[in-house]
């Protein structure tokens, strides 16, 4: 174990929550969920662990002992004068209808505030996105040896599931060709599980006093992108959400990661196409003003305090040693 290892190891390990939490650089923490339920997702199901009900209703008690909870305008105002407790801002990606059906109900029991972030192509269950495919795919094959066969292929199941889950964005006319092979539609799974919100559920969350914000077109990778490319999904996707939900707060959330995007990115799109970016890089910092970095809380079966302890550590780590802040190139 690197030296730096076994010092966060030793700093999450012997110093309490509050300890930690006192020292921590930002007094603002970024939570990212994208599912909550207690029944199977077909189409999340291969590709990440989500939290159940009771779970994430414990995530919340433990949050809202230690952290204020703010909207979007409260962020980017600068909320920190009136309380002594750090900020909290709750946010969901990807637009489910797991967010109307069982999250908000929860927060507003709770009376906590959150943003939630949509991709456009996906809104009414027009389109899927394309690891949902993967997820579905995997999950027919698997559900049922016969329809396997039909790909006759000549490679193991476990070696062909790891081939589909390593298939891109760019890969999306493949993944389709394989599904149609299977006799799988995707449009019938659309029409018939409706995995995603619908306008009027949107903006029913909106009048509940919930935020939106844009969370690219159709969810591809960054880093797969040309400038250009990434640009216009940004532009278009919160254009789309200003236009048809009216989002006060020009909010924008990378699609997977913000791993390599550019200084040209950001001076393409900061105060032009968007007012407020997350990203997912945990326990780092951007030198710009009004972006941040989120924590993924679904981290298998760690509990919050365990996830935050682990960032905490690592944020406080990062400030001593001056690997704080991002690099990014410039083009
Ligand atoms: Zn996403």
């Not at 698997?142 to 066969?149: D, V």
């Not at 019938?188 to 909106?206: E, F, G, H």
């Not at 509940?208 to 992108?225: M, N, Q, T």
């Amino acid at each position: 174990m690197g030296l730096k290892k076994q010092i966060l190891t030793s700093l999450t390990k012997f110093l309490p929550f509050d300890t930690l939490s006192s020292y921590d650089p930002e007094k603002l923490i970024v939570p990212l969920y994208h599912c909550i339920s207690d029944n199977e997702v077909r189409h999340v199901k291969h590709l990440y662990r989500f939290k159940n009900i009771d779970k994430f209703s414990a995530d919340l008690d433990f949050l809202l002992r230690h952290y204020q909870p703010i909207d979007l305008s409260e962020l980017r105002r600068g909320a920190n004068c009136y309380t002594s407790k750090p900020l909290m801002l709750l946010t969901f990606d990807d637009g489910l209808s797991q967010c109307f059906d069982v999250i908000a109900p929860i927060l507003l029991k709770k009376a906590v505030p959150a943003v939630f972030f949509i991709n456009s192509a996906f809104v009414d269950n027009n389109d899927l996105f394309y690891r949902f495919k993967v997820s579905l795919i995997i999950d027919t094959i698997k559900s049922n040896e016969n329809k396997f066969t039909m790909l006759n292929t000549r490679v193991k199941i476990e070696n062909y599931i790891h081939f589909l889950k390593s298939l891109k964005y760019k890969d999306t006319p493949l993944i389709d060709d394989v599904a149609s092979k299977l006799n799988l539609s995707f449009d019938d799974y659309l029409k018939r599980n409706s995995p995603y919100m619908s306008t009027n559920q949107i903006k029913s969350l909106i009048k509940s006093g919930f935020d939106v914000g844009a969370h690219s077109v159709d969810h591809p990778h960054f880093r797969e992108l040309t400038i250009d490319e990434q640009v216009k999904q940004t532009k278009d996707s919160v254009t789309f959400m200003c236009e048809n939900f009216g989002a006060n707060n020009r909010a924008f959330a990378f699609p997977f990661t913000d791993d390599g995007v550019t200084q040209n990115f950001y001076n393409r799109v900061l105060e032009k196409e968007c007012d407020l970016v997350f990203g997912t890089s945990g326990s780092r910092k951007d030198r710009y003003n009004n972006v941040y970095q989120r924590i993924p809380f679904e981290q298998n079966d760690l509990s919050v305090k365990e996830i935050l302890k682990k960032y905490l550590a690592s944020r406080i780590f990062r400030k001593m040693t001056g690997s704080y802040y991002i690099s990014r190139k410039l083009y």
